[in-house]
């Protein structure tokens, strides 16, 4: 009795490994692309799976100076984080996968910071003490001073990613720390911050800010980008404010807001 007994032990614990090598599987759902969206490069795609650029140009036969064209579907090497892939389209072959409105899922945000192009891309939907010191660091000052994020800035940010589809929100500007003689800002609060919507007229962005309460919303054309703020009351204006403005002005709310500051914040650096 003996021996068979131990041949079905045996054989069982053949059996128990492979079934929880199947449990930890990817499903039929997983996407095994990744599809290229508007302002992609190989840096961000790679940036964005966790995996070395290098690994991802050979898996894809990518060669210098890797040019990517929007809609390529681009083979994942191994690696990438199963986190990761739920923020993928489900499916390669997905109705209007290769779309950024059809690759986003609600609550993924994606920032990229202009002066050094640095991504974090991740899920807003729980507002953890964690993700706001990631924020926080990915919104520090130039001089890489940090400040704690408005909560209703991080769930304004959130819920302007859904509006566009997760488009990639490129900011020039976070926390900054006011000039000698100038007032506190929202930006010295953590209450501000300067971007634009790839693929995304400024006019459109600037214009769905107006929708939302309780918002500074700021149109700065000529230096392409969008001012917002939390406040307690709305409050939408166009261009620098001019040589005498004061705060709260029908001119202009913000006569800190200087687009040439956060030009400056957004050079790239050395």
């Known amino acids: 009795m003996r021996r068979p007994l131990l041949a079905a032990v045996f054989a069982a614990s053949l059996v128990l490994p492979s079934l929880a090598a199947a449990q930890r599987a990817a499903p039929d759902d997983v996407p095994r692309v990744y599809i290229v969206l508007p302002g992609d490069t190989l840096l ?11 690994e991802l140009a050979a898996r894809n036969g990518l060669q210098r100076p890797y040019a990517l064209t929007v809609g390529r579907r681009l083979r994942l090497p191994q690696g990438v984080d199963p986190a990761v892939l739920a923020t993928l389209p489900a499916r390669d072959d997905a109705p209007g996968a290769a779309s950024p409105q059809g690759a986003h899922r609600a609550g993924f945000v994606s920032l990229v910071r202009v002066r050094d192009s640095q991504e974090i891309s991740t899920s807003f939907a729980a507002n953890s ?7 926080a660091r990915f919104l520090r000052a130039r001089d890489n001073r940090e400040h704690i994020v408005h909560p209703r800035l991080m769930r304004t940010l959130q819920v302007f990613s859904d509006r566009f589809g997760g488009r990639r929100m490129e900011v020039l500007s976070g926390y900054r720390l006011p000039h000698a003689g100038e007032p506190v800002s929202h930006h010295s609060r953590g209450e501000a911050v300067d971007l634009r919507v790839e693929g995304v007229p400024l006019r459109e962005v ?33 261009g620098a404010p001019r040589r005498g403005a ?10 800190d807001e200087d687009p040439a500051a956060v030009t400056a914040d957004a050079a790239p650096v050395e």
Do not use: E, K, M
């Open 129 to 135: 003490q964690t993700l706001r010191t990631r924020v």
């Open 246 to 255: 004061t705060q709260g002005s029908a001119l202009d709310p913000d006569p």
């Open 206 to 238: 600037w214009a769905y800010c107006q929708t939302l309460p309780n918002l500074g919303c700021g149109l700065y054309a000529r230096a392409n980008y969008v001012h917002l703020d939390v406040r307690p009351a709305p409050f939408a204006w166009q």
């Open 44 to 54: 961000r795609v790679a940036n964005r799976l966790g995996v070395p650029p290098r």
